[in-house]
Every structure is written in structure tokens, then in C-alpha cells.
């Protein structure tokens, strides 16, 4: 990558829904499909933070069963496929799969932990090294970045060590100005440096000129006051003409969370090629056309030919002519700065 031009990222979850989980079809191998011709179109390589939980829970479930081993087995070539491509396997961490069951031929998630400090410091530690484990054994090399369910990443005590002795040194879980007040699954980035990356050791929500961390955040922005009544007229009227390739459906957020949406109190998003935040792209590219780092996320789960279309035109706005996996940035970003970043 030029270093003169835009640093670009584009990232993606690699999981299936939280609610019901979907086929790893319509989740996985057909967004895949889409967003690795895209990636080739642009000579560029795509960050993928896969549920590494997922896979081990399939594991589980493939010992005894045999419809479980055949599901197993594909995604395991998938994600090796993805990595044989150029791409980038990094740490996703949903702790929930520890508690999921499959039941009736479906995974069941209720009643299972969604957040890492529901558990204790030493099953912190063995989840963290055996699902670090499980996408070194399928992409050839231990991941070196680290996206929290959710972004779910405090509190970082918790993780700290076994991500610094993992040799994980780059966290990308923060949101800019986001705050998610939810009783299973908030956070809170209202109070983060005003930086485009920056280096910490206590938190990835300061900064630290001599920490061992690089917190590359994902792009935020300001949804317009009515997005999220659009939203819910959508689901109320069942208008919803949402064409992702994802054939689950998503966790619920609790009340409290819905109404300070609503009431235009938690308007910051990701910058995202989901199919319901991508028009939001071109808006943004707008705004902001000075930026030195850009990082656009996703799930394939929620992606859709507009999606791509939305990307193709955002890219040409800003003046970026590919995009390169994160760690490849972080390595440009210490280069550029040396340990001082
Ligand atoms: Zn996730």
C-alpha cells in the first residue's frame, strides 16, 4: 500500500446470528463468495475476525453427532480457503458458544453467557488460547489482532495477559463516541482518544505513548436523527425490503436501549457495509474526506450486492484504491512512527 494514500481497512465478523444462528450458507459461504471477488477486483485483502467459539462448539457437537461433522468440516475448510486466498484470520471472541447446545437440530442459545467477565480468570485464559489455537490450526499462523463480541472488550484485565503472551497486540473493538447501554451487552466509548489509532497497555480507551497495544478502532458516525424510526417502521410494517444474504436473526437489545435510540440519545454507528448502515457510507465520505485511516467493517451475514455496489462508490469518493489487512497497517502505522504512535 502506498503509504502516501489513505490507509484503508475493511473488516468482517465471521459468525453466524445470535438469535437464530441461519445456515452457514446464506451466513458464511455466499457473502464470502461476494466479498472475496470484490477483494480481487481491488487487488486487496480483507480482515477477518472469525467466531472462533463458533468452531469449537461445533467440535463438540460433531463428536456425536453426525449432521454437526459434515457443518464442521466445511467451515473449516472455508476458513482455510479464506487464509490459502491472502486474507486475514483474526481472534473473534463470543464466549456464548461455552453454554450453546444443539438442539432439535438447531443451536440453542438461551440462558448462555454473552459477555467475558461472566466467567472466571481461568476459563478467560483457556477460551482465549484454544480458540487462538483453533484459527492458527486452520490459517497456517496465531493471530496477531483481536475483535471482542460485540465490542465487548472491557474489561480488559481480564484479557490482557493472555492476549500480550498469545502475541495478539492489536485490539479492534472500539467505536468512537458509541454507547451501548444494555444490561448483557453494553459499552461505553464516549471518552476515547481523538486519534485515527493510538498505542495503551491499561485500556483500549486511552492511550499510552510506550503501551504494547495498537487499538486500530473501526470508523464511527453519526446516523441521522430518523434512521433508527426508519428502522422500526421497517419491522412494524413489515416493509422491511433488507436484502442481506443471512438467513438467521440477531439478538434482541434490551428496552432501555431501544427507547434512548429512538429518542436520538445513541445515534453513533459503525461505518459498515451491512445492508442497512452502507447508504450511510457515501454520507460520510463527505464529511470527512481528509481522514488518514479508514476502517469499514461488516458481516457477511448481513451483506448484500448493494452493499458492494454502496463500497465501490464510497472507495472512489475518498480516493482509496484498495484496502489491506490490519495487521499489515498496524505494521505501517509503527514504521510511520516508530514506538511513539
Ligand atoms: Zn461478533
Not at 81 to 89: K, R, V
Not at 149 to 175: H, K, N, T
Not at 270 to 295: P, T, V, Y
Amino acid at each position: 500500500m502506498d503509504s502516501a494514500l489513505p490507509k484503508f481497512i475493511l473488516s468482517q465478523d465471521y459468525e453466524l446470528f445470535f438469535h437464530k444462528s441461519g445456515s452457514i450458507e446464506k451466513c458464511l459461504f455466499e457473502p464470502c463468495t461476494a466479498l472475496l471477488n470484490f477483494a480481487d477486483r481491488h487487488d486487496s485483502k480483507i480482515t477477518f475476525f472469525v467466531d472462533a467459539g463458533m468452531l469449537r462448539c461445533m467440535e463438540r457437537h460433531a463428536r456425536l453427532e453426525h449432521s454437526a461433522r459434515r457443518v464442521l468440516d466445511r467451515v473449516r475448510k472455508h476458513v482455510t480457503s479464506l487464509a490459502d486466498a491472502g486474507h486475514e484470520i483474526a481472534l473473534h471472541v463470543h464466549p456464548h458458544w461455552e453454554d450453546t447446545q444443539w438442539l432439535d437440530n438447531d443451536w440453542q442459545f438461551a440462558g448462555t453467557r454473552y459477555k467475558i467477565d461472566m466467567f472466571s480468570l481461568e476459563e478467560t485464559d483457556r477460551i482465549f488460547r484454544d480458540y487462538a489455537a483453533c484459527l492458527a490450526e486452520l490459517s497456517g499462523c496465531m493471530p496477531t489482532a483481536y475483535r471482542a463480541g460485540g465490542f465487548c472488550v472491557e474489561p480488559f484485565d481480564q484479557i490482557r495477559a493472555v492476549l500480550s503472551d498469545l502475541g495478539i497486540f492489536i485490539d479492534s473493538s472500539v467505536l468512537p463516541g458509541a454507547l451501548l447501554r444494555d444490561p448483557e451487552k453494553g459499552f461505553d466509548f464516549r471518552h476515547v482518544p481523538n486519534r485515527e489509532s493510538w498505542t495503551f497497555q491499561d485500556s483500549p480507551t486511552s492511550h499510552e505513548v510506550d503501551g504494547e497495544f495498537l487499538e486500530i478502532p473501526i470508523s464511527a458516525q453519526r446516523m441521522p436523527f430518523f434512521y433508527y424510526w426508519e428502522r422500526a417502521l421497517d419491522r412494524v410494517g413489515a416493509s422491511n425490503i433488507s436484502t442481506h444474504f443471512g438467513d438467521g436473526s440477531s439478538k434482541r437489545i434490551g428496552r432501555a436501549e431501544i427507547a434512548r435510540r429512538l429518542l436520538g440519545l445513541s445515534r453513533v454507528a459503525e461505518l459498515s457495509i451491512d445492508d442497512a448502515k452502507a447508504e450511510h457510507l457515501l454520507r460520510f465520505a463527505n464529511l470527512h474526506s481528509d481522514r488518514q485511516l479508514w476502517q469499514v467493517m461488516g458481516h457477511p451475514k448481513l451483506l448484500s450486492r448493494r452493499s458492494l455496489q454502496t463500497l465501490d462508490q464510497f472507495m472512489e469518493r475518498v480516493g482509496l484504491r484498495r484496502f489491506d489487512t490490519i495487521t499489515a497497517v498496524a505494521g505501517e502505522i509503527r514504521a510511520d512512527h516508530g514506538a511513539t504512535v
